[in-house]
């Protein structure tokens, strides 16, 4: 009886974690990330503070949590359902359709999660600013990889893969900036950008 008890209270931190954590992330896309805080977030939710404070313990261990769980569910939203796709240039483009999407009618209220946290702690060391920094190298180095494959077969012309994906990223943390003030066009801008790094050889 007590372990089944003990499985039941498990069971009941592992949902009230999961709960906080996708919330959390909510606010970070908007509030970003040290806007966080254990008692907010049980005031919002109707929780005890010190029951929340049992499941992260600090306020890093609650970034990184909500961090972990924004990269998830931007794998889910835009990496994942492409990995079917040839490689190469119909890749890129799936994974920036995805990416768009995933912007224009946002997976987070804020739209996306890294443009609204990097800006906070890329000049603070530590755990939180090393994950959110692998995070970006990932994705621009998918990026980079589905150029330079595309190079590489002759789909397009040589370029700096590297620097391409640093410019193919710039214009889409630009393109989510102006469609949260409204802008539709950014999206068109993007492919337009895209577009031209596409380009066959001639």
């Known amino acids: 009886?007590?372990?089944?008890?003990?499985?039941?209270?498990?069971?009941?931190?592992?949902?009230?974690?999961?709960?906080?954590?996708r919330h959390a992330v909510d606010v970070a896309s908007l509030e970003g990330l040290t806007g966080l805080s254990l008692g907010r977030l049980a005031a919002d939710l109707g929780l005890s503070k010190s029951g929340v404070q049992t499941l992260f313990k600090t306020k890093e261990n609650l970034q990184l949590a909500v961090v972990e769980a924004a990269r998830d569910a931007f794998?889910?939203?835009?990496?994942?359902p492409v990995v079917e796709v040839p490689r190469g240039v119909a890749r890129l483009r799936a994974l920036v359709e995805r990416w768009l999407a995933y912007a224009e009618e946002p997976l987070f209220p804020g739209g996306c999660f890294w443009t609204a946290t990097l800006?906070?702690?890329?000049?603070?060391?530590?755990?939180?600013?090393?994950?959110?920094?692998?995070?970006?190298?990932?994705?621009?180095?998918?990026?980079?990889?589905?150029l330079g494959h595309a190079a590489d077969t002759g789909e397009i012309a040589e370029l700096?893969?590297?620097?391409?994906?640093?410019?193919?990223?710039?214009?889409?943390?630009?393109?989510?900036?102006?469609?949260?003030?409204?802008?539709?066009?950014?999206?068109d801008?993007?492919?337009?950008?895209?577009?031209?790094?596409?380009a066959p050889p001639r």
């Open 1 to 21: 009886m007590s372990e089944q008890v003990s499985d039941q209270r498990l069971l009941r931190g592992v949902r009230s974690r999961r709960t906080i954590v």
């Open 75 to 80: 794998l889910d939203a835009v990496v994942r």
């Open 119 to 146: 800006p906070e702690f890329d000049s603070r060391p530590g755990q939180v600013r090393d994950v959110l920094l692998a995070q970006q190298r990932d994705w621009r180095g998918l990026i980079a990889a589905e």
């Open 160 to 187: 700096d893969a590297d620097l391409a994906a640093f410019q193919i990223d710039a214009v889409l943390t630009a393109a989510n900036v102006a469609l949260r003030l409204g802008d539709k066009e950014a999206v």
């Open 189 to 198: 801008r993007v492919r337009a950008v895209v577009g031209g790094f596409l």
